[in-house]
């Protein structure tokens, strides 16, 4: 794929943004699944509603831009939701399985909070104001659910600590 422009990456971007958040939205509820702490289970659960926002904002935005939602391939939030899957496979404590999950989950909120401020900037920089709004809310979400994700690991990696002391 050639890009020649900055709206050719910015149009790029959200590709990659869509394809994304759908992964996400089907790797969450396993997530939650494994999840043994009820505050972390009941986080993932609310993530995956929100996630589900966030197709639709794109949805919106593709309307917008007068182009059909399409995505294209993320590999990187495919490799970082094999991580997850691989981590499922593990048998552990359940506070090391939690603290685990926790830490992946992050990575993936950090992958989309990344590529969030890359495309709200090409909006911006492209003029394209309402779309920067757009991006704006999902990103300053994605950056909630990290900081929530962030007090909930403090907690949990002490618990998984605790175990390594039995």
């Known amino acids: 794929m050639k890009l020649n422009s900055l709206d050719d990456l910015f149009r790029n971007e959200l590709r990659l ?19 043994t702490n009820p505050e972390l289970k009941a986080v993932f659960e609310s993530h995956v509603e929100q996630t589900r926002v966030h197709v639709a ?3 919106r935005i593709f ?8 995505g294209r ?7 970082l939701i094999a ?42 920089l492209l003029g394209q104001n309402d779309i920067e709004e757009i991006l704006q809310a999902t990103l300053h979400e994605e950056a909630v659910a990290d900081v929530r994700l962030g007090e909930l690991s403090h907690h949990l990696n002490v618990e998984a600590h605790l175990v390594d002391q039995r």
């Open 17 to 35: 943004l869509y394809d994304a958040e759908r992964q996400s939205m089907r790797a969450l509820p396993l997530v939650a699944q494994h999840a």
């Open 57 to 59: 904002r794109l949805e």
């Open 63 to 70: 309307e917008d831009l007068g182009e059909p939602a399409r």
């Open 73 to 79: 391939n993320c590999h990187a939030l495919g490799g």
């Open 83 to 124: 991580e997850v899957e691989e981590w499922f496979a593990h048998e552990s404590d359940p506070a090391i399985r939690d603290a685990g999950l926790v830490g992946k989950v992050q990575r993936i909120e950090h992958y989309e909070i990344a590529a969030y401020t890359s495309a709200r900037t090409y909006a911006r």
